[in-house]
């Protein structure tokens, strides 16, 4: 609990700084340099969201704990299943 408090925090953070960076960089803009600004204040929240995803991905899922007669409870981690790549196209296997 406390490393996913920890990689929160650092996530915040980040985003904090993100935002404090562009809005920084947004006074000082003129012209096209807002636009330029924009773009990094967009990609730098793309990141973010990328690391949330990724921190998501991260923490393990598990299934609904089960009870044995003997009372051994167990909780099985659920399997990941493989998310697809963006822009690559899944391929069927055929055997002749």
């Known amino acids: 609990m406390k490393r996913c408090n920890t990689l929160?925090?650092?996530?915040?953070?980040?985003a904090f700084l993100a935002v404090a960076g562009a809005s920084t960089t947004l006074r000082?803009?003129?012209?096209?340099?807002?636009g330029r600004a924009e773009d990094m204040a967009r990609?730098?929240?793309?990141q973010l969201m990328r690391a949330l995803?990724?921190?998501i991905d991260a923490i393990p899922q598990?299934?609904?704990?089960?009870i044995e007669e003997n009372g051994d409870i167990i909780i099985r981690?659920?399997?990941?299943?493989?998310?697809?790549?963006p822009?690559?196209?899944e391929v069927e296997e055929t055997t002749i």
């Not at 929160?8 to 980040?14: E, K, M, N, T």
């Not at 598990?62 to 089960?66: D, H, I, L, R, V």
């Open 8 to 14: 929160i925090s650092v996530i915040f953070l980040s």
């Open 28 to 34: 000082a803009a003129e012209g096209d340099q807002l």
């Open 43 to 46: 990609g730098a929240i793309e």
């Open 53 to 55: 995803e990724l921190m």
């Open 62 to 66: 598990y299934e609904m704990p089960e």
């Open 77 to 85: 981690r659920k399997r990941r299943t493989p998310r697809p790549e």
């Open 87 to 89: 822009g690559v196209p």
